[in-house]
């Protein structure tokens, strides 16, 4: 009896796997904003370049005979190429001979100019106050911006790989408590951080920690249902997601100051510290982990919850050995991780899906990062792309079962691409058109990534499956937290960082002509099953080239 029925038994989605779903899926709507939290924290508001006879509370307008602040505007900050008042220069002295002119200095000489060495002046009408205008990471130090949101995708990085392999040795329960209390002094503490570098240093702790939680949790789900309700488990997590975003979207507009948003997601994270102890370890890993005491233990008081008491008093070591040696004996004769590059096929497998992994990050994470570049409105974008990606992975389920695993992902991609070309030529004044756009662009690229995992999921066997995945994992987050190092490119031109995403949107449509299409086909187990699997489309392809040439 495989360790599923087992768990059938003890109640396959009772009242304990519902309220380990909940405490899991609350768990993910408050940590995954954390990941996006960047978009309003570190929001870049208007600004110019402070002058002191417009600034200085010391110099009033009557002073100079002016009362307008339009002019004193006009005659020390030049006009872009926009005719709007430039960001970073100033006019070295008054030009008071633009206030009798037309705007043109066609009959004079260039004015003096320089940097603003005495600071800027922000609009805070949108933002009261972000990391931004505490640490004036505006023109020359505009790519210290990035550097911040790099700093947590970085963490995620480095998570996925530790803590991965401690939540094998140590216990998921374990370090997913553990990273929820490191997430909540760490974010706690950035809230205070008295520079940049120390800020930074505590989103990557931030990162480091995020990761962990939002892969335990999904373990967990998934090792505490049986295999018909693990789908509907991963979807509720995902839809928790979802909400969260939203969520984000609107306090974000309730809570302009950067330091108040930043506690307020930051404290809850201490009352799902203490409210995880209520959590329940996994049973599959403590078996597996030489803990069989602690695992019966845990199944009898799934049972006990679930309501079934007689079947919890009826689980022994003999029937928990009996119900798990299929289990132990695959964890004893698991094949190393270098199997996986050993065989040409496999090795070609795992270097195309880390590809597409990557390349599918980017712009996902490049959309997901930067609201600000699309439009003005980035609390109704946070709001509308948390909505949106529920009805894309429904659309994603569809395309799936209808076109197939590499249709559907051609499709979604080379859409995705064109909505982000699209965006880079539609002008900030039609916002409307790069709402829809973005809305658009986002959804697909939600789309585009389920599907891509479904497909890696099919195409890797059963042996090496979770190893393969952590390693495809891996690389597809070092697309993540490259996508906020590309915006630093916009210093060259605004459009650049857009077309990199887009055309790593296109680039992934092409590797995945060259892995199998896998609707419908039964899953491989070993990677025998893969190579023989090669050789059988090899020569039937051969065979059906021959029929072809004997015709004539």
């Known amino acids: 009896m495989a360790f599923y029925k087992l768990l059938d038994e003890v109640g396959s989605l009772g009242r304990f796997q519902i309220l380990q779903l909940a405490l899991l899926c609350v768990s993910c709507l408050v940590v995954y904003p954390h990941i996006l939290l960047e978009n309003f924290t570190a929001a870049v508001p208007g600004h110019r370049c402070w002058v002191h006879i417009l600034d200085n509370d010391t110099v009033s307008a009557n002073s100079t005979g002016i009362r307008r602040q339009d002019a004193l505007l006009r005659i020390s900050i030049p006009l872009d190429s926009d005719l709007r008042p430039e960001k970073c220069r100033r006019f070295l002295h008054p030009q008071w001979q633009l206030l009798h002119q037309s705007g043109t200095l066609s009959n004079t000489s260039e004015p003096d100019m320089e940097p603003c060495v005495d600071g800027w002046v ?224 496999m090795r070609k497998r795992i270097c195309l899906l880390s590809f597409v992994r990557f390349a599918n990050f980017i712009p996902f994470y490049g959309m997901a990062l930067h609201l600000q570049h ?83 999921n099919e195409l890797i066997p059963t042996i090496l499956r979770a190893t393969a995945s952590g390693i495809i994992g891996i690389v597809g987050n070092v697309g993540a937290a490259l996508a906020p190092l590309l915006m630093i490119l916009a210093v060259y031109s605004p459009h650049l960082p857009w077309v990199i995403y887009a055309v790593s949107s296109f680039l992934p449509g092409l590797a995945v002509f060259l892995l199998p299409e896998t609707k419908n086909r039964p899953l491989l187990d070993s990677i025998q099953d893969v190579e023989k699997e090669r050789k059988g489309s090899r020569k039937a392809k051969q065979e059906d080239t021959f029929m072809k040439v004997t015709r004539f």
């Open 374 to 456: 699309l439009g003005t409105n980035v609390f109704l974008f946070q709001v509308l792309f948390g909505a949106v990606a529920l009805p894309a992975n429904y659309i994603a389920l569809l395309a799936l079962n209808h076109l197939g695993r590499r249709a559907s992902q051609v499709l979604f991609l080379f859409l995705l691409g064109s909505s982000i070309l699209a965006i880079t030529v539609v002008p900030q004044e039609m916002q409307p058109l790069r709402v829809a756009l973005s809305t658009l662009g986002v959804g697909l690229t939600s789309a585009a990534l389920m599907c891509s995992l479904a497909h890696a």
């Open 122 to 345: 922000y609009d805070r009408s949108a933002f009261s106050s972000t990391i931004v205008t505490k640490w004036d990471l505006v023109c020359e130090s505009q790519s210290l911006k990035s550097m911040a949101k790099f700093s947590f995708m970085a963490g995620m990085l480095v998570g996925g790989i530790i803590y991965g392999h401690l939540s094998d040795r140590f216990g998921r329960r374990l370090i997913l408590r553990w990273c929820l209390l490191l997430l909540a002094v760490a974010e706690t503490c950035a809230a205070f951080a008295p520079s940049l570098p120390v800020y930074c240093l505590l989103r990557f702790l931030a990162g480091l920690s995020a990761m962990a939680i939002l892969t335990n949790s999904s373990v967990l789900i998934i090792e505490w249902t049986v295999p018909q309700f693990q789908a509907m488990g991963m979807t509720v997590t995902i839809c928790g997601a979802c909400v969260g975003q939203m969520i984000l979207g609107g306090l974000a507009f309730a809570i302009r100051d950067w330091q108040i948003l930043q506690l307020v997601y930051s404290i809850p994270l201490f009352v799902l510290f203490l409210s995880s102890r209520w959590l329940a370890e996994s049973a599959r890993w403590l078996i597996i982990a030489n803990k069989p005491k602690e695992g019966l233990k845990e199944l009898r008081k799934a049972a006990h919850m679930n309501g079934k008491k007689n079947v919890g008093d009826a689980l022994t070591m003999e029937v928990l050995r009996s119900a798990v040696q299929e289990e132990l004996e695959a964890a004893q004769t698991k094949p190393p991780v270098s199997d996986l590059f050993r065989t040409p096929n």
